[in-house]
């Protein structure tokens, strides 16, 4: 086949490797009917909690130009540039411009399908330009990286799947300098890999290492030491870690910043010694061999499952193949072996699997790299399909498809009759069914007939075709599993919250927090939707977050004040009391049925306050004495702002449910407002609460974690029973329940009224004035997250920033009126443009030093062959000149030389 019809094949190939999935998919859409061929959605789990709001948020900033990089719509304000770096950076987002911000679903779908079709284009690339062999079993090998089990386990976390795009054009970068052209193909794809989704990047630039090595071995004459092979791929490997460093150095633009405001996020680390220890032991068994076929995840495993390697039963035959071909070399098998082997190891060993994951341990999704084994397993398969899997011996013909049988039977069993332990726990939530156990055999030994017994077109189409409903069905298994949404009332709850928001007359400008819990969202899902994220979609300032970027000094600081937070990536508006209104600005309380109704303990962003309220600790797991200190510290009162209500009868006793106990209260009111409750154990095991025979909703708390409940309005004079049942004696028994001194509290809020600070805002500045009439009163608390990229002035003058009250801010007054500006600049983002500059610029002389060497040897190799030529073949005195000085083209004097040699 000449050049212009290999090239012809090559592109009718990757343009079928990107069109076969697109049908594939869309075939499982449209029987599920799932938008934009239904009236479902995908809005499951992290998808609907995250990336659809964030999505929805991202819309309204491209289509308005409003960009500020300190953001009031996350949580109570963030820098959201990490967030920003993490989640949207994808060229595909920009696809939701097409959508209304009520349809962004239906975007976030397409958006998926084109980047799983485009996982398969640059598979295809990868794997013609990598053997130089073009064969039309591609686009189905393709398919079966782009459907791999780590992508059907994630669809949900769509931010990932832009690192498998770009991971075969990395691979062929290395490709190309491993073959001696310049390396600038890795430079463009690992630094779009980084920017994309710097957490992928991070993975797939460890990888590049273990590929780099994989090649040098693979090329290695068995005659030479290690010392020469290390020298002769000296320029190589030069060329890879420099091409890398400068590759990082230029995404320093996204990379600084983001490493500072992930500093201020929780690190999720084992939480005990016995987990610590936990992680030097294998972190899965041999449940991961039903990972090998269909139906290994599913949703009731989404969180928690062995490594995610299934990439078809045909991949898993030729990968096994491939070590026992004779025609492929045992350096290659070797390199590939270590390849393998290199990212086996790393997700057993925990503290290695740590190191892929930036030293976290993963939230849920585990053994995120999952998809490298892919990825290594179908190049090899590939490889090995152009070698002729029929010239195995057939004794291995045997060996192999019986050798797949029993690990498929051997990880059935381990999950039906295995012992549950710390390690695997999740073998509990493992899909084990018959039916696909006996479907998975029925293919490895359909596959091993085509496969093994001839290699002609028509089994290759078939084997295509087997490998497409395989990877299909194991995809249409993952997405029945899940509780999918409904698209018409996912759209018709957004536009009805729209116009609820839409009814205050604020003008944008004006800076405060709305506690909405109209929740108009949730009877679009099917799972529980908390809203968590509602303020980023519908860009108000809010209160609520779920990211994982989350901050940790505030999410602590609202704990500390009673708000619930579930993990290190949550921080809810459930325990919201009016004294943390006052704290935290917030204007507006929201119901699904009402208007924005004003809150009446509402002041300000901010008020004066003395030193003492800037000294003054939170003290952890008081949330009571927390609350009260706080308010004590704004202005000391003769009534407390919080009473304790004494408990006159109470009882704790066993429950006639297992495991559980049943505690009474009967409390008389001393004064009549609000009644919180909450318990002086550091845990909160309580699973339902009546007050006076009414259920209190409480929220689903299997982590325990502490927060203050609202009970309802207490009276004087009418008794106020309580009944809990609960799983801890520790609870029940410590118990607390206050009421809230209104009549304090509103004149304290009376009082601050007329001096507090109501700014307005403007992209990444704020301003406005506040009133300093008590002298002590020398410091202005402002409800802000303390960041450091914040610089303020008063009345003109720069002044130093404190905290207040764990992480928020005090700025020190100057005068009786105190006009405030506050300017944010992204900590780290000037440095870090300095630095891509420096890479940027830095690889342009690294390459133009490259060609320049590459023309000075080309040019010294001609001068050989001429003097070769004219010493040898001597034309006389003109005619040397004349061949001397013809300019002709390396080519010609190569091939002189070769012909006349």
């Not at 041999?286 to 290994?296: N, T, V």
Request: contains cysteine; glycine residues 8%.
């Amino acid at each position: 086949m000449n050049h212009e019809n290999r090239t012809r094949q090559s592109v009718i190939i990757m343009g079928s490797s990107f069109i076969l999935p697109l049908i594939v998919i869309g075939i499982i859409l449209a029987a599920n009917n799932i938008t934009p061929f239904g009236s479902r959605n995908l809005l499951v789990g992290d998808m609907g909690a995250q990336y659809s709001p964030f999505f929805t948020a991202l819309r309204n900033t491209l289509l308005t130009s409003h960009m500020s990089w300190f953001s009031f719509s996350v949580g109570v304000g963030e820098n959201i540039f990490s967030l920003v770096a993490y989640y949207l950076l994808s060229p595909f987002n920009l696809i939701i411009l097409l959508f209304s911000s009520a349809n962004v679903p239906t975007a976030v779908t397409i958006i998926l399908m084109l980047k799983i079709a485009t996982m398969a284009l640059t598979m295809s690339f990868y794997l013609i330009h990598h053997f130089h062999r073009v064969n039309w079993i591609v686009p189905f090998f393709a398919l079966a990286f782009s459907l791999s089990g780590f992508v059907t386990a994630n669809l949900a976390n769509i931010m990932w799947l832009d690192g498998l795009i770009c991971l075969p054009l990395i691979c062929h970068g290395i490709d190309q300098i491993k073959a001696g052209h310049l390396s600038y193909q890795l430079f463009a794809w690992l630094t779009i890999a980084i920017i994309t989704n710097f957490y992928i990047g991070y993975m797939i630039g460890l990888f590049t290492i273990i590929y780099t090595i994989t090649l040098i071995i693979a090329a290695k004459q068995p005659e030479h030491s290690l010392t020469k092979t290390l020298g002769e791929n000296g320029p190589f490997i030069r060329s890879v870690i420099g091409t890398e460093f400068l590759s990082v150095m230029t995404t320093m633009t996204v990379l600084l910043p983001v490493a500072l405001g992930m500093i201020q996020t929780a690190k999720v680390a084992p939480a005990s010694p016995t987990q610590t220890a936990g992680t030097r032991t294998p972190q899965f068994g041999l449940e991961i061999l039903s990972q090998f076929g269909m139906g290994g995840t599913a949703y009731s495993n989404r969180l928690y499952h062995a490594p995610a390697i299934f990439s078809s039963i045909a991949i898993i035959i030729l990968f096994i193949s491939y070590f026992a071909h004779p025609s492929i070399s045992h350096q290659e098998k070797v390199g590939t072996g270590f390849a393998f082997s290199s990212l086996f190891l790393s997700m057993i060993i925990g503290p290695i699997n740590l190191i892929w994951h930036m030293l976290n341990v993963p939230s849920g999704s585990p053994f995120r790299y999952s998809f490298l084994i892919s990825f290594v397993m179908i190049a090899a398969a590939y490889q090995v399909w152009l070698a002729h899997p029929t010239r195995l011996s057939d004794r291995a013909k045997w060996f192999i498809p019986i050798g797949i049988s029993f690990a498929l039977l051997i990880g059935f069993e381990t999950i039906k009759i295995g012992t549950v332990t710390y390690h695997n726990t999740y073998l509990s939530v493992q899909p084990a069914s018959v039916k696909l156990l006996l479907l998975n055999l029925t293919l490895v030994l359909l596959f091993s007939i085509l496969i093994f017994a001839n290699h002609h077109r028509l089994f290759t189409t078939t084997i295509g075709g087997f490998i497409a409903l395989e990877m299909g069905g194991n995809l249409a298994y993952v997405v029945q599993s899940e509780p999918l949404g409904n698209q018409r009332t996912y759209a018709s709850g957004f536009n009805a919250e729209t116009q609820q928001l839409s009814s205050l007359s604020e003008p944008q400008t004006h800076l405060f927090r709305i506690d909405n819990r109209s929740n108009l969202l949730a009877p679009a899902f099917s799972e529980i939707y908390l809203g968590y994220n509602d303020p980023t979609a519908f860009q108000y300032a809010g209160i609520q977050e779920y990211s994982s970027t989350l901050h940790e000094p505030v999410r602590e600081s609202l704990k500390e004040l009673g708000f619930f937070s579930k993990n290190q990536r949550r921080i809810s508006n459930v325990g919201t009391t009016a004294i943390s209104d006052l704290l935290l600005g917030v204007k507006y309380n929201l119901a699904a049925t009402q208007t924005p109704k004003l809150n009446s303990a509402y002041v300000g962003m901010g008020f004066p306050v003395t030193k003492q309220f800037v000294d003054l600790k939170l003290k952890p797991g008081r949330i009571f004495a927390n609350l009260a200190s706080t308010l004590k510290t704004i202005e000391p009162s003769s009534d407390t702002y919080l009473t304790h209500q004494k408990i006159r009868r109470k009882t704790v006793s066993r429950s006639s449910l297992p495991g559980l106990y049943h505690a009474t209260f009967t409390i008389d009111p001393t004064q009549q407002g609000p009644l919180y409750l909450t318990t002086t154990s550091p845990v909160f095991r309580v699973s339902s609460l009546t007050v006076n025979g009414r259920q209190v909703d409480l929220v689903t708390n299997g982590l325990h974690k502490k927060y203050l409940v609202k009970l309802g309005t207490a009276s004087v004079g009418h008794a106020v029973h309580i009944v809990i049942t609960g799983a801890s004696q520790k609870t029940l028994r410590g118990i607390q329940v206050q009421s809230l001194n209104v009549q304090s509290l509103t004149h304290l809020t009376n009082q601050l009224r007329s001096e507090a600070f109501i700014p307005t805002y403007n992209g990444n500045h704020i301003q406005g004035t506040i009133k300093q009439s008590n002298r002590r009163s020398k410091w202005a608390y402002i409800a802000i997250p303390d960041d450091s990229g914040w610089s303020a002035a008063v009345n003109g003058r720069q002044v130093v920033i404190h905290k207040a009250l764990g992480a928020f801010m005090a700025i020190p007054l100057t005068a009786t009126i105190n006009h405030i500006s506050m300017t944010y600049h992204v900590p780290g983002l000037f440095i870090g443009l300095g630095l891509s500059l420096l890479g940027l610029s830095g690889y342009g002389l690294w390459i133009t030093m490259s060609i320049y060497r590459k023309k000075l040897k080309q040019r010294m190799v001609v001068n050989q062959w001429q003097s070769h030529l004219i010493i040898n073949y001597p034309l006389g005195l003109n005619g040397s000149i004349l061949l001397k000085h013809t300019g002709l083209s390396p080519l010609f004097w190569a091939t002189s030389y070769l012909i006349l040699r």
